[in-house]
């Protein structure tokens, strides 16, 4: 049975579209058949680290909620853009970064049951074993619908108040949404702290589990938005962290 | 759920949206769309400007959860589907014993328009035949043609939680060319089963067939009847509780014209069906459907409205005297369980 992870945080600029990147990408790499759709229409971004030129991308999600094109067509194979071998494959569906089509879909809105059959269609088209979906920061009308249908419930907080804060109304959020399972993950967390004690408090305070503990790296911000980390440097600690998250998901 | 919470509301329809009942539904629907037998009705020219592949599905259970795929909001005119529920206000209006004397509840095995009575009590053979539903438009009960057009619209509403206008084309190319049901007035008429303001009881008649619903207005309907004659959404009470069982009666045995027999062995869900494409199917206590595509096949039902029911009774065992273990359990589609494989 596939399975679908939504990564979400409530504030922006918590490494969001990159931790999702590192995360399919790694379950790629392990051999499986993985998608990864861009639903942060107001603000896409994920492509550029999959090395997906806007001037490649012909049909995106835009196009295939206006109702003009199947969900596959707006998928694209950049598996060998990042440089992963033959065992595993990597999907994705990139939202628009064209300013009109960025309008006209704040504007107009768009259906949110077409966004749900989607998902599904995709799945089912591309034979994914698991679909992961990429969303916008704080809670939406995409958010909700990425929680239910979830079996996986990511969710990223840096350790700061405001982080705190937002990560507990969206939980009271997802629990409304009788969502299956629910994982926290601590980004930037700043190289002084005990990660450990800091893993700790986190899950006592929210009784959920911390799938995984990402230090401040200077290495990713170095390599940010350009290529997927993990598969450049597949033995760095910090890919060694994406895999031990993975092993949570799988 | 007009009660609830802002939060609770939104997630209430987000997880209707992302329900493996309503995914269910979505396949259910790729799976009939591509079928392309059957002919939209072309008695008159407005029908005929329907579309073949309008398809529309809905579901509205008794605790009032909306489940929709395809063309929900495609208006269409509701035809012969408006007989059963004009037949509950008839019955609302006098009683079963007095409107019994006028229509009777028997299947007649004929086409709809076939002139046909009793040949001992001079009764039409059912509400849901022409001839009967004109003797059941004579009995609603209002001291003007627009009283009792009023009464029907207001009923109508209280059924589906929204405000129903009339097709004015439809309305007057019915009435134009509808000299069979006129002569079957008439006849009934000369019997003493009609009273003799024939002229705006055909007209109400006419009117009622012409109402604009949607497949949503369809499932409402029969979620209402399903949930004691009380609108799941709204609350509001349509139709008194004591009449619901008549009602839905003779949709069972009467509702899809003369393959209502067939229909009540193979899908044994009461329902009513319409030349505009529209069927409306009771699970009673705990669902309604409502479908619409308006291609009919030979008896006047439409094509994939009947496949769809089809598949949810077998599917969900919603067949009324079914007592096998179904396939599916409904309440686990419509809740969403962890174990659910819906993908």
């Not at chain 1, 269609?121 to 992961?132: I, M, N, P, R, T």
């Not at chain 2, 939680?161 to 097709?167: A, F, K, Q, S, T």
């Not at chain 2, 009673?284 to 009774?313: H, M, W």
Request: charged share 20%; proline share 4%.
């Amino acid at each position: 049975m596939p399975k679908v992870i939504s990564i979400h945080s409530y504030r922006g600029g918590t490494g969001k579209s990159n931790f999702t990147a590192n995360l399919a990408a790694t379950v790629a790499a392990l051999g499986h058949r993985v998608g990864v759709i861009d639903t942060d229409v107001p603000s896409p971004g994920i492509h550029n680290l999959f090395c997906l030129e806007p001037e490649q991308m012909g049909i995106t999600l835009n196009n295939y909620l206006w109702g003009e094109s199947p969900i596959q067509d707006a998928a694209y194979d950049i598996s060998a853009n990042i440089g992963l071998d033959e065992s595993g494959r990597l999907f994705l569906v990139p939202s628009s970064v064209k300013a009109d089509d960025i309008a006209r879909i704040l504007k107009d809105g768009y259906d949110v049951k077409l966004m749900n059959d989607g998902f599904r269609s995709l799945v089912k088209g591309l034979e994914l074993e698991y679909l992961f979906i990429d969303t916008h920061p704080g809670l939406s009308k995409e958010t909700f619908l990425s929680i239910a249908i979830s079996h996986v419930l990511v969710l990223i907080l840096r350790p700061d108040k405001q982080d705190y804060q937002g990560t507990a109304v969206t939980m009271d959020v997802a629990r409304q949404l009788n969502v299956r399972k629910m994982l926290l993950t601590i980004n930037k967390a700043h190289s002084k702290l005990n990660l450990e004690a800091l893993k700790q408090k986190v899950e006592a305070t929210y009784g959920e589990t911390v799938a995984g503990v990402f230090p401040l790296s200077e290495d990713i911000v170095q390599l940010a938005s350009e290529g997927v980390f993990c598969v450049k440097y597949p033995e760095h600690p910090v890919s060694q962290e994406f895999r031990n998250v993975a092993q949570q998901i799988l | 759920m007009a009660d609830l919470g802002d939060l609770q509301s939104l997630t209430s329809s987000i997880t209707a949206v992302t329900s493996p009942f309503r995914n269910y539904l979505n396949d259910l629907h790729a799976k009939y769309q591509s079928l392309n037998d059957g002919a939209v009705a072309d008695y008159i020219p407005e029908l005929a400007l329907a579309k073949p592949e309008w398809f529309g599905i809905c579901v509205v259970t008794a605790e009032g959860q909306v489940f929709e795929v395809g063309n929900c909001d495609q208006l269409f005119t509701i035809q012969s589907i408006s007989k059963a529920f004009v037949f509950g206000l008839a019955l609302e209006d006098h009683g079963r014993d007095y409107v019994n004397s006028k229509v009777s509840v028997e299947p007649t095995g004929e086409a709809f328009n076939a002139i046909v009575l009793d040949e001992v009590t001079n009764r039409p053979y059912n509400p849901m035949v022409n001839a009967g539903a004109i003797a059941t438009a004579d009995l609603i009960k209002g001291h003007s043609s627009t009283e009792r057009l009023k009464r029907v619209l207001a009923m109508f509403q209280r059924y589906t939680g929204r405000e129903h206008d009339i097709n004015v084309p439809v309305f007057l190319s019915e009435k134009a060319t509808g000299f069979r049901n006129r002569a079957m007035a008439y006849l009934m008429l000369n019997f003493g089963m009609i009273s003799d303001r024939i002229d705006e009881t055909l007209d109400l008649y006419f009117q009622q067939c012409s109402i604009m619903v949607n497949a949503r207005d369809l499932a409402m309907l029969s979620a209402t009847l399903a949930n004691g004659g009380v609108n799941p959404v709204t609350q509001e009470r349509a139709i008194d509780e004591h009449h619901v069982q008549d009602v839905i009666s003779v949709m069972l045995t009467c509702g899809m014209y003369d393959a209502s027999g067939e229909w009540c062995y193979r899908v044994g869900m009461p329902a009513k069906s319409g030349v505009g494409g529209g069927i409306t199917a009771v699970v009673p206590g705990q669902l309604g459907i409502g479908t619409f595509s308006p291609p009919l096949d030979a008896k006047g039902n439409s094509y994939r409205g009947i496949k769809v029911c089809e598949d949810l009774a077998k599917d969900f065992g919603l067949h009324v005297f079914n007592a096998a273990k179904p396939e599916r359990d409904i309440n686990e589609w419509i809740a969403g369980g962890n174990d659910l494989n819906d993908w």
